[in-house]
């Protein structure tokens, strides 16, 4: 019983040392969006983005990307890292959602494959700042099929994350 108890012990000990980072916050901007990224190691991230499509021209909405990220790909980092530190990353994924109707615009829905490609910095404290831009392509139809061109434009955004 013994042997069992410390076995855990330790394979508990050894989960919590090699806990993966993770970051909650927002991402702002046309297509702003609640963000949560989870870390696998130093080297990759699953970014889940939850869009709320704001009202400019195409409507209010409703959306999701996922994305796995390679952080620091080619093994190429930012070299100006000060107190907190820059890393840079790029990902695919995929995305979908619904524009609702407004006035004369009809409803839409979306679906596609998405691309991340962004840069951040990584305070000292927990918080980090980011530049993203999620292109997006895809289908996209209301009464027939076609291309998703909003899609190509409307990732661009600015991140603010509490990492923990």
Known sequence: MKKILLIAVLAVTS???????????????????????????????????????????????????????????????VPWNNKGEWHWYMGVG?????????????????????????????FWFPFQLSLDWRPSIGVAGNNGIGFNIPGLWGGLQLGVRYKF
């Open 15 to 77: 989960l919590v040392a090699y806990a993966q980072p993770r970051a909650i916050g927002v991402n702002l901007g046309p297509w702003s969006s609640f963000s949560y990224q989870h870390g696998f190691g130093e080297s990759n991230m699953l970014d889940l983005a939850a869009n709320v499509i704001l009202p400019i021209n195409s409507g209010v909405g409703v959306g999701g990307h996922v994305t796995y990220d390679w952080i620091d790909p080619f093994n190429a980092p």
């Open 94 to 122: 995929g995305s979908g959602g619904f524009v609702f109707p407004t006035g004369e615009i009809p409803g839409t829905w979306y679906a596609g494959v998405a691309g991340h490609i962004g840069i951040e910095y990584d």
